[in-house]
């Protein structure tokens, strides 16, 4: 179902010139590239970032796993600078949406399907993530996700999700 503007519930107050949007509207958002067996060995290796490399305070890229990634997929899940990955499920509500900014830490790097890619068009890399790391923290993705036992957002999920 679609909603209009108009129609949108605001999670919090924003200046009078502001208006919540659908995140859609003003960033591209992608799910990661999903593990599997045939892509564990390969001639394209290449490093991934999953929901375990997201801390609360940055990326944790101690343990950088690699998967097989041909040249289309690869120019698909690659990370560029500024993206804003977001933690895409957890087992504990607390952990739900948590992001980081890509700032390009490891060459040639792409993400796993715990992940959710958000690439800003019309505002800051800095703007998305504050306003996610507030959403997470206030566990207002926890009340949008679907699952048992495991929370999820999904992809359409956040793409949905407003931006004030």
């Not at 919540?20 to 060995?41: F, K, Y």
């Not at 343990?63 to 690659?78: G, P, T």
């Amino acid at each position: 179902m679609t909603r209009r503007r108009d129609q949108l519930v605001p999670l919090w107050p924003v200046p009078p010139n502001w208006e919540w949007a659908p995140v859609s509207d003003i960033a591209g958002v992608g799910l990661g590239r999903q593990r599997s067996p045939e892509n564990h060995t390969g001639k394209n290796m290449r490093p991934y970032v999953r929901a375990a490399n997201i801390t609360w305070n940055g990326w944790d890229l101690a343990d950088v796993k690699e998967m097989n990634f041909d040249d289309a997929d690869f120019e698909r899940f690659r990370l560029c600078a500024g993206d804003v990955l977001v933690n895409e499920g957890s087992g504990s509500a607390n952990e739900v949406g948590k992001p980081a900014i890509w700032q390009g830490q490891i060459e040639n790097c792409c993400f796993q399907n715990t992940l959710i890619r958000v690439k800003p068009e019309g505002c800051t890399s800095e703007y998305i993530h504050s306003y996610f790391l507030l959403s997470a923290l206030k566990e207002n993705f926890v009340s949008k996700t679907q699952g048992v036992n495991i929370y999820h957002i999904g992809k359409e999920g956040l793409a949905r999700s407003l931006s004030g």
